[in-house]
């Protein structure tokens, strides 16, 4: 069993951002990352896993265009940037699930990807966004 698997995943004071509707998106992207490793540990069959993996690589697509349009609203001037590491954590999120489905990878080198994707992105990149949304609201 990986480390993942042996942390209590849950919001914790880090993740806060400071911007509410950032802050609100990642806990829905937590709570559902949640549910996959409820499933793993429990047992669970790997359709049912995939199709939480499926639900959570749309809900991050759609979250990703969501910061996208606040970083636009603002004027941040790393948005390009993001905006790649957005593509290149689901491209590399895409990768991960096919692998799995194909018996490539294991359901707990996927959650591990999951885990340090969050933490890392929410922790690191995102809360430059909403350093910067402070200073600079709408324009």
Known sequence: M????????????????????????????????????????AGRDKARI?????????????HFVSEGNI????????YKGHADHHQHLNEAFHDHMRMFEMG???ANDILDFLVEWFVNHTVHEDAKIAQYVRKHPRR
């Open 104 to 106: 490539d990878k294991a």
């Open 50 to 62: 995939l199709r939480l993996l499926a639900e959570l690589l749309a809900y991050s697509h759609f």
């Open 71 to 78: 970083m636009l609203d603002c004027g941040y001037p790393g």
């Open 2 to 41: 990986s480390d993942t698997n042996q942390i209590d995943l849950k919001w914790e004071r880090r993740f806060e951002t400071g911007h509410d509707r950032i802050d609100f998106e990642h806990r829905i992207f937590l709570d559902i990352i949640v549910s996959i490793k409820e499933e793993i540990l």
